[in-house]
């Protein structure tokens, strides 16, 4: 699903960033509560998009679950995981025209065994004022 | 903006995460590019909401711009600015039903000065298979 906003021209002008949001049901289990193994992964699918790596920050929660986050020069990726359910939510956010957030889409899909993936993708940033420029419309 | 899941039965059940999306346009520019005080922002807005933080990760681009992330026991806070633009998103990834994040977004609004506040929240990990338990749906 393409969430666009919905105010008049928008599309005419480039968003400032890019915001993929996945839904990830019926994972691998496993994985979904194994630290490591998900830094690794989500890791691997920021350098597949074409991101540049500049920290990361996983925490693993009791009984169970995993909060990650890769920040990247061109924003971040995160994951949230329940392993008890075998779901995951994922979001990358984008900005810089080269980065292709699919390929990590698709990396993840696969290296969390994920029956289905739900997609949302947001566009950031994309009002434009007066002049044209990032900014709150006219009649805000 | 509300956006809800169009699956029939969605809203009889609970989701697994909430996730706030904001907007802010037109900020104080400087305060867009201050690493140290938008970090104090962040963990702040994260208390008042009542989230427990667990790690910050902050990082200044060149020439201008910041990206930090706060991973709180309930997920993440995250913030991307565009100081050039006036402009910072913000997305604030919750679980549990004690956050109350529209503290967040009040006192966000009021530290960068932003004169819009564009709020878009979604229900993360609301589908439910045949079992009712968070899985892909059937005609998946």
Chains 1, 2 share one sequence.
Not at 57 to 77: C, I, K, N, Q
Not at 81 to 95: H, K
């Amino acid at each position: 699903m393409i969430v666009f906003h919905k105010r008049e021209g928008f599309m005419k002008k480039q968003p400032l960033g890019r915001h993929l949001l996945l839904e990830l049901y019926a994972c691998d289990r496993d994985r979904l509560d194994d630290l490591a193994s998900l830094e690794a992964a989500l890791k691997e699918a920021a350098r597949r998009s074409g991101a540049t790596i500049v920290e990361t920050v996983f925490h693993r929660f009791t009984p169970h679950g995993v909060s990650g986050v890769v920040v990247v020069a061109e924003s971040h990726l995160a994951i949230h995981t329940w392993p008890e359910y075998g779901y995951a939510a994922v979001d990358f956010f984008t900005c810089g025209a080269d980065i292709d957030y699919w390929r990590a889409r698709d990396f993840l899909k696969e290296a969390l065994v994920a029956e289905s993936c739900e997609v949302k993708e947001l566009l950031r940033g994309g009002r434009r004022g007066a002049d044209g420029r990032p900014g709150p419309a006219e009649n805000d």
